[in-house]
Antibody, heavy 121, light 106 residues
């Protein structure tokens, strides 16, 4: 069974930082691209960032480019999202998802349960 | 950037009804289109990818069609478990989601 378990969310002040993690199991993590998607309270889904299976390719939405960094540790089956210079509009549930292929522009597959990030003073 | 527009935003319907949701892309995405179902407080669940390929375990009452810029999700006979919000997603270039269609009880 595929499991994706996000952690690291919480309350942070504007301008602060958080590092999200996504622990993966039940599939060969190193073979698949991975993606972060967020959902603001009561809103729709927004693609945030993606990383290729090897980690050499990283991609970002314009709204987070220069502030967020995606990375992965294939030896530990874990995906990360380092979030700096956080803003109120970054408040959302952050989901990790595995892609169906090794490259970033492939369909999503399984999703984690999400972790809530709240940016507020 | 590719924009995705779903219609309708809300659908009031009954068990047993045939439901159709439309998704339009601002530019051609070939058949790189997926559909997700999301229930309150839960993660999205993949239903269909590559326009019409049913994800394993998804009931056959769900189907998808289309190509280029116009796509459709059809539920042939709505079941009580199907009341949820549905999102289309293009993955021709990065990911973009539609704004969602809430299927609610009439």
């Amino acid at each position: 069974e595929v499991l994706l378990l996000e952690s690291g969310g919480g309350l942070v002040q504007p301008g602060g930082s958080l590092r999200l993690s996504c622990a993966a199991s039940g599939f060969t993590f190193s073979r698949y691209a991975m993606t972060w998607v967020r959902q603001a309270p009561g809103k729709g889904l927004e693609w945030v960032s993606a990383i290729s299976s090897s980690g050499t390719g990283t991609y970002y939405a314009d709204s987070v480019k220069g502030r967020f960094t995606i990375s992965r540790d294939n030896s530990k089956n874990t995906l990360f999202l380092q979030m700096n210079s956080l803003r109120a509009e970054d408040t959302a549930v952050y989901y990790c998802a595995n892609n169906k292929e090794a490259f970033y522009d492939s369909s999503g597959d399984h999703w984690g349960q999400g972790t809530l990030v709240t940016v507020s003073s | 950037d590719i924009q995705m527009t779903q219609s309708p935003s809300t659908l009031s319907t009954s068990v047993g009804d045939r439901v159709t949701i439309t998704c339009r892309a601002s530019q051609r995405v070939s058949t790189w289109l997926a559909w997700y179902q999301q229930k309150p407080g839960k993660a999205p669940k993949l239903l269909i990818y590559k326009t019409s390929t049913l994800e394993s375990g998804v009931p056959s009452r769900f189907s998808g069609s289309g190509s280029g810029t116009e796509f459709t999700l059809t539920i042939s006979s709505l079941q009580p478990d199907d009341f949820a919000t549905y999102y289309c997603q293009q993955y021709n270039s990065y990911w973009t989601f539609g704004q969602g269609t809430k299927v609610e009880i009439k």
